[in-house]
């Protein structure tokens, strides 16, 4: 599965910003759909998962929701209420259904395939 991250961008706290992550493949439907990001000096942290549920990070919760179009091939995270520690690059990353119940499937270890990241920027 080949994975292309958009929609990043420089924003002001308060403000959205809607991510997209279009995906290559004609198995879309099948997989563990998510949402990394890594901030300067830290590790990639889980931001959300999406197959016929979905789970977000305490951090992110209320404020961010993810979707996916299976039609389109695409996964989308809309972030409201950004707060300069949402600040980071963001990964979108798909791994096999299976993931959804091992101890991994909110770890980067999880997961197969990874997009090339979109920078989010969040000022004060």
């Known amino acids: 599965v080949q994975l292309q991250a958009s929609g990043g961008g420089l924003v002001q706290a308060g403000g959205s910003l809607r991510l997209s992550c279009a995906a290559g493949?004609?198995?879309?439907?099948?997989?563990?759909m998510a949402w990394f990001r890594q901030a300067p000096g830290k590790e990639r942290e889980f931001v959300a998962a999406?197959?016929?549920?979905?789970f977000y990070a305490d951090s992110v919760k209320g404020r961010f929701t993810i979707s996916r179009d299976n039609a389109k091939n695409t996964v989308y995270l809309q972030m409201n209420n950004l707060k300069p520690e949402d600040t980071a690059v963001y990964y979108c990353?798909?791994?096999?259904?299976?993931?959804?119940?091992?101890?991994?499937?909110?770890?980067?270890?999880?997961?197969?395939?990874w997009g090339q990241g979109t920078q989010v920027t969040v000022s004060s």
């Open positions: 493949g004609r198995t879309f439907s099948s997989y563990l």
């Open positions: 990353a798909a791994a096999n259904r299976d993931t959804l119940y091992s101890s991994n499937r909110f770890k980067e270890q999880g997961y197969d395939y």
């Open positions: 999406i197959s016929r549920s979905t």
